[in-house]
């Protein structure tokens, strides 16, 4: 466990005992200069070349209300 000068705590969990969705978010962790650093993977570029990869995401205007519907979903199981 590791405090900071506010007395907040950080728990460090080996990755091994993450489940399997919670370890595939994390891109990396490092000490960095002000402090532990953790990186996670970009939900929406994610999404963006899956759609890609299955023909339902072009790249053009025509894909936007389904990029929009995407992002509403989301954000709506997010918050």
Known sequence: ???????????ITDS???NKGSRHAV???KEG??????KLYDKMKALEMLG???GLYT???DDSD??????????????
């Open 1 to 11: 466990m590791v405090s900071d000068e506010k007395g907040q705590k950080l728990v």
């Open 16 to 18: 091994a005992a993450l």
């Open 27 to 29: 891109a990396s962790v």
């Open 33 to 38: 200069t002000k402090g532990i650093e953790v």
């Open 52 to 54: 890609r990869i299955v």
């Open 59 to 61: 790249g053009t205007e």
């Open 66 to 79: 389904l990029l929009d519907s995407i992002k509403e979903m989301l954000l709506s199981e997010d918050g």
